[in-house]
C-alpha cells in the first residue's frame, strides 16, 4: 500500500477532515476553560478584597486609624502568600502592610513589586483620606492558566494521534477489503468464473457490496452455464440430421437416377432442414427464457380463460384421433389470475396438452381440471395412456431427451424442458405423477387475486 | 404490384427479387438503410419488405422514421432476429408483418399478398365470396342465406380465409391471426379445424370452397373464377 494510495483514500480524508473538527472543538473547550477559570479566580479575588476591605473598614469606624493599622497587621501575619496590603497615611508613608508605599491610585488595577511579582488589587480612601490596597499576586492565576494551556494542547495532541492512528486502521480495513473486492473481479475477468468475494457477515455496506457482486456473478455463471449448455445441444444434436441430410443427398448423387429420385431427395433435404432448424429455435428460445429477462413483462393473465381458448383448439384435433378432451375448471368473479407472460402460458398449456394427445394412444381421454387451492391455482392434465415409469420421470423435463418407445414418433424432444423453463421462469412447480393408467401433470401457480393486480408492477426484475 | 426490398445479403435479395418477380411483382432492392429510407418516402410503392440488421440505418430506426414522417405503406420485417421481443418491438415500431429467417419464397408471397389487400380493405361489417356470406358483427356465417353452424374458432378461420380470398394462406399466417400463437404445434391443429370447416361448408361434399395448395397453404376459392 503505497503512501500516495493512502492519500488518496477516501478513509484517511475522512480521518482528516475528523482530526481537524477534533482540534478544533476542544481549542473551542480549552479557550472557554481558559477564560472562565480567570473569571471564576477574578471574581474569588474580588471576594477576598471586599472582605478584607470590609474588616479594615470597620476597623477603623469602631476605634480609628489605629485600630485598622492593627487590622491590616493581623490580615499580614496570616500566612498567605499571595496576599499584599499596604495602609499609607494621607502623607504617603506606609502605616502598615507588606507592600512599600506608592501614589494613592483608586480602582483595581496592577502593580509590580519590588521582589518582582504582580499584583491585582483596588486601591481606597478611608473616610480620613487614609489610603488601603488590597491585593493578591497573579502567580496563582497565571499558573492556573498555564495548566489549563499544557492540559489542553496535551488533549488536542493525543486527539489528533488517536484520530490519525483510528483512520489510517479503518481505511486500512477498507481498503483490504476493496482490494480483495477488485482481486475477485480480476480473477472472474480472467476465467475463474467459481470466485467469490469473501463476506464477513455483518450488514456493512462493503459486505451488502460484496453480496451485490456475489449475486451478479452467481448470474453471470448462469448465463455462461446456459451459453455452454445450448452449444454443446446445438454441436450434440444438431450433428445427427445435420449428418442425415448430407447422407441424404450424397446417395441422391451417387445413385442411378430415376425420373423421380431428385424430387424425392430434395423433398427429403428440405424435410430434414425444417427439423433441423426447428430444433434450432427451440433450443434458442430455452435458453432466452432461461436467461430470465422476460420477468419484466409479466401480466395478469386470466387462466380460465386461456384453457378454455386451448381446449377449443385442441378439441377437433383430439376427436381426430378418436380421443376424449374435457375441462373442469371454475370461474370466480373476476377470472383464475396469475401473473405471467400470456405468450408463454399458452405456449406451456399447448405442449402439455399436445404431449397427451400424441403421447395418449388413441381413444384416451384426456382431462384438464383447474382447482382453486388456497392462495395457488392448480392445474392437472390427466390422461389415462401408457404414462411416463418413475425412473423417467425427471429426465423428460430434460432438453432433447426422448423416452425409447416416443422414439419414432414426430417430435424433437424440446417440449416438456420448454415446458420445464417456462414454469421455472414464472416460479410455478410441476409435478408429473402416475394416473393409474396414464400420465397427471400437476401445475401449480401462485394465485393472483383481483385486487392484487395493483402490485403486479411491484413484482421483483430478473430471477 | 411494386415493392421496395432493404436487404444487405446479396444472395437472398436476388432469391427473392427471382421468386417474387416469377409471381409478377416488381422487386426493387437496395443494400442499404439510409438510401432504403430515401426511396420509401418518396417511391410508389404498394409494399416494404426490410430486414433488420443494415448497413447505415437498421430496419426498425428505418420504419420508425418512415412512420414519423406519415409514410404508411404497409411493412414487412423479413429478418433472423427471432428473440422473444424482437417481433413485437418490430410491430411496435410501425411493422404490420414480421417473417423469420429462414423463410419459403411462398410464405413470404402470401403474406406480401395478405399486406396489400389488408391495407387496401375499407372497414367492412359484412363479407361475401360467391355464396357465402359472413355477418362480422352478428358473428354469423351464411350459405345461400341458410346460416352454417360454426363454432367461433371457426368463424375466425373462415373470416381470414375469406378477407384472404383467392390468395394462398399459409399454415402459419392461420395460426398467428385465427390462434394468436406463434409457435409451431407439433400436432394438426390447422388441419382438423380446416376438415371441420370445410365439412361444415359443404355437407354433402360437392363444392369446394378451400383448396389446399400442397406445401404452400390454402385458398378459399372464388367461385366464378373456380366454376
Known amino acids: ?463 | 404490384m411494386k415493392v421496395l426490398l432493404v436487404e444487405d445479403d446479396a444472395e437472398t435479395a436476388a432469391y427473392i427479387c427471382a421468386g417474387l418477380g416469377a409471381h409478377g411483382i416488381d422487386v426493387q432492392h437496395v443494400a442499404d438503410g439510409t438510401r432504403g429510407r430515401a426511396l420509401a418516402a418518396v417511391g410508389q410503392y404498394e409494399a416494404l419488405i426490410l430486414d433488420r440488421r443494415l448497413p447505415g440505418l437498421d430496419g426498425l430506426s428505418l420504419l420508425q422514421g418512415l412512420r414519423s414522417a406519415g409514410v404508411r405503406t404497409p411493412a414487412l420485417y423479413l429478418t433472423a432476429m427471432d428473440g422473444l421481443d424482437d417481433r413485437i418491438e418490430g410491430l411496435e415500431a410501425g411493422g404490420d408483418d414480421y417473417l423469420i429467417k429462414p423463410f419459403f419464397l411462398g410464405e413470404l408471397h402470401a403474406r406480401l399478398r395478405a399486406l396489400v389487400r389488408r391495407s387496401a380493405a375499407e372497414v367492412q361489417t359484412r363479407l361475401r365470396v360467391g355464396d357465402i356470406e359472413l355477418d362480422l358483427i352478428a358473428r354469423r356465417a351464411m350459405r345461400a342465406g341458410e346460416e352454417l353452424p360454426l363454432l367461433p374458432q371457426e368463424l375466425k378461420l373462415l373470416e381470414y380465409l375469406m378477407r384472404n380470398a383467392g390468395s394462398t394462406v399459409t399454415r402459419s399466417m392461420l395460426l398467428e391471426h385465427v390462434w394468436d400463437i406463434h409457435f409451431d404445434p407439433q400436432t394438426s391443429v390447422v388441419e382438423s379445424h380446416m376438415s371441420r370447416l370445410r365439412a361444415k361448408l359443404s355437407p354433402g361434399g360437392g363444392r369446394e370452397y378451400i383448396r389446399t395448395v400442397r406445401g404452400a397453404g390454402y385458398v378459399f376459392v372464388i367461385q366464378s373464377t373456380a366454376r
Open chain 1, 1 to 463: 500500500m503505497s503512501f500516495s494510495r493512502q492519500l488518496d483514500n477516501e478513509g484517511i480524508r475522512l480521518a482528516t477532515l475528523l482530526i481537524g473538527l477534533f482540534a478544533f472543538s476542544a481549542l473551542l473547550l480549552g479557550a472557554m476553560a481558559y477564560v472562565i477559570a480567570g473569571r471564576a479566580m477574578g471574581a474569588e479575588l474580588h471576594d477576598f478584597i471586599s472582605a478584607d476591605q470590609g474588616a479594615v473598614l470597620s476597623g477603623f469606624r469602631s476605634e480609628g486609624l489605629s485600630e485598622a493599622a492593627e487590622v491590616v497587621q493581623q490580615l499580614t501575619a496570616v500566612p498567605r502568600l499571595s496576599a499584599r496590603y499596604l495602609l499609607q497615611g494621607r502623607d504617603g508613608r506606609a502605616l502598615a502592610g507588606n507592600l512599600a508605599s506608592m501614589p494613592a491610585r483608586v480602582g483595581t488595577f496592577e502593580v509590580r513589586t519590588s521582589g518582582g511579582h504582580v499584583v491585582l488589587g483596588e486601591g481606597d480612601l478611608l473616610p480620613d483620606g487614609t489610603y488601603l490596597f488590597v491585593g493578591e499576586t497573579t502567580d496563582r492565576l497565571a499558573g492556573a492558566r498555564a495548566r489549563i494551556l499544557r492540559s489542553f494542547a496535551l488533549i488536542i495532541g493525543l486527539t489528533m494521534a488517536l484520530a490519525l492512528g483510528a483512520g489510517a486502521l479503518l481505511s486500512a480495513g477498507y481498503l483490504r477489503r476493496i482490494d480483495a473486492i477488485i482481486r475477485t473481479c480480476q480473477e472472474v475477468e480472467a476465467g475463474a468464473f467459481g470466485e467469490r468475494v469473501p463476506m464477513r457477515g455483518s450488514q456493512g455496506q462493503l459486505d451488502r457490496l460484496s453480496a451485490t457482486i456475489n449475486t451478479m456473478l452467481d448470474r453471470i455463471s448462469t448465463l455462461m452455464e446456459s451459453l455452454r449448455q445450448v452449444s454443446s445441444d446445438i454441436a450434440h444434436d444438431l450433428r445427427t440430421p445435420l449428418t442425415r441430410l448430407r447422407q441424404r443427398l450424397e446417395s441422391a448423387r451417387q445413385a442411378p437416377l430415376s425420373a423421380t429420385a431428385p424430387a424425392e431427395a430434395i423433398q427429403g433435404a428440405l424435410q430434414d432442414c425444417d427439423a433441423i432448424l426447428a430444433v434450432f429455435s427451440a433450443l434458442l428460445r430455452i435458453s432466452q427464457i432461461e436467461a430470465g429477462t422476460r420477468r419484466a413483462n409479466f401480466t395478469e393473465v386470466q387462466i380460465d380463460v386461456l384453457l378454455r381458448r386451448i381446449l377449443e383448439m385442441y378439441l377437433p384435433v383430439a376427436e381426430d384421433g378418436a380421443q376424449q378432451l374435457q375441462l373442469h375448471c371454475p370461474e370466480p368473479e373476476g377470472g383464475v389470475l396469475v401473473a405471467g407472460d400470456r405468450m408463454l402460458l399458452t405456449q406451456m398449456f399447448a405442449n402439455l396438452l399436445e404431449n397427451a394427445i400424441r403421447h395418449a394412444g388413441r381413444q384416451a381421454q384426456i382431462r384438464i381440471e383447474c382447482r382453486l387451492v388456497d392462495a395457488q391455482v392448480q392445474v392437472q392434465i390427466i390422461d389415462t395412456g401408457p404414462g411416463i415409469p418413475l425412473e423417467e420421470r425427471d429426465k423428460v423435463f430434460h432438453r432433447l431427451y426422448r423416452l425409447e418407445r416416443s422414439r419414432n414418433t414426430p417430435g424433437n424432444g424440446l417440449g416438456l424442458a420448454l415446458v420445464a423453463a417456462i414454469v421455472k421462469l414464472h416460479r410455478f412447480q410441476i409435478t408429473l405423477s402416475d394416473a393409474e393408467p396414464g400420465l397427471c401433470v400437476t401445475l401449480t401457480m401462485p394465485r393472483l387475486l383481483p385486487q392484487e393486480t395493483a402490485s403486479l408492477a411491484a413484482l421483483p426484475a430478473g430471477v
